[in-house]
């Protein structure tokens, strides 16, 4: 009885998957965010990660990334699950924040939405 036991809880262990990228992170406290100035190091301590990498753009501004992606899936049921945070913040040369880049997967308010993201591009763009 042990054996079968032993069996059936080994087969279950094997016919489930679950694969991670990235570290998670608060996305909830992106909304405290503030434009000109919000440090890097104040932002790490936000979203309570380090993020997942850097990219410098032709200005010497900063683009950060961070990241999480969950996937689960059962071969019992044929089912798979995933769930994606993906944000990308910008920091001036100064080391201040500029703006959220890319957004994926996160709800943000539509008064952050247009604070951290619309209002911050449209200024950008109009320069």
Not at 44 to 71: C, D, F, M, R
Not at 90 to 95: A, K, L, R
Request: glycine share 6%.
């Amino acid at each position: 009885m042990k054996k079968l036991c032993f069996a059936v809880i080994a087969l279950l262990l094997l016919t489930a998957a679950k694969a991670t990228i990235g570290r998670e992170f608060n996305a909830a406290n992106l909304a405290q965010l503030e434009v000109g100035k919000t440090t890097l190091a104040e932002t790490v301590a936000l979203l309570g990660a380090e993020p997942q990498s850097s990219t410098v753009g032709k200005s010497g501004a900063i683009a950060y990334l961070w990241q999480h992606v969950q996937s689960k899936s059962s071969v019992w049921t044929g089912r798979s699950d995933t769930q994606i945070k993906h944000v990308m913040l910008v920091f001036n040369t100064d080391g201040t924040f500029q703006r959220i880049l890319q957004l994926q997967g996160i709800d943000l308010s539509p008064d952050a939405r247009r604070r951290l993201m619309e209002q911050p591009a449209a200024a950008h763009a109009a320069h």
